[in-house]
């Protein structure tokens, strides 16, 4: 791993979950711990980057010489990347809530005392967060993930077409040791030729070493 690998490149990182609220007490959100994201944010800028860490809610302290953004939904973290950018690398390792509620309880909601009937949530769309910034005039080679529990690399390679992407890193989240909040990951980073390159398990530490050495020799 050489330090200077990155130096003078500007990466913008993405990392954890995000929260969607519900009403003031609750939210929809998933279990991504930010440890990706974050072990790469610590290698990028090992490697010599100026990084940009935008994180979800997550309890991990913000590696050395990483400027991070907290953010808490998936609209607030579009608006920081739009923020911090332009840019010349974007690693995007956030699992970004697909949907948010579509309407916002400015109250803690109450159950009906005299029913016994569910509740019907409404959840709309929310930005793409990677194909938004992957589409830009100012475009970053753009780098995402893709968290599947099946059909891991026909539906990563499907992610890396639709979103217009350089790289997008295959990570198979139905294997409790590879996946969310686990420590160790195991990935398959495919490139635009559909070409697939393995990283057998390790630390997220030092998986995030090996993709910023290959991330940094693809944008090379
Ligand atoms: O945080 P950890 O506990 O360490 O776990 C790591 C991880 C499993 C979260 C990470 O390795 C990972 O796979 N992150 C991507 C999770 C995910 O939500 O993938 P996806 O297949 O839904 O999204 C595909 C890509 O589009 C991702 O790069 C995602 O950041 C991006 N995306 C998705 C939806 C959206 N609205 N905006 C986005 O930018």
Redesign the pocket.
Known sequence: FERGLLTGRRVLI?????REAIDPVRYVS??????????LAEAAAEAGAAVTLVSGP?HLPTPQRVARIDVVS?RD??AACEGAMPCDIL????????YRPEAVASQKMKKDPGSDDGLTLRLV?????????AARADRPFS??????TEHLLD??AR?LKS?NLDL??A?D?ANPQI????ED?A?SVIDRALQATRFEQAS?GQIARQLIAFIAARYH
């Open positions: 993405t990392a954890g979950p995000t998933n279990h991504s711990s930010g440890k990706m994201g974050f072990a997550v998936a973290m579009l690693i995007a390792a956030a699992a970004v809530a697909d769309r929310n930005p793409d967060i990677l194909a938004t910034l780098v995402g993930f893709a968290a599947e539906y990563a992610k979103k997008i890193v990570n989240v996946g969310f909040n686990s990951n990935v997220k």
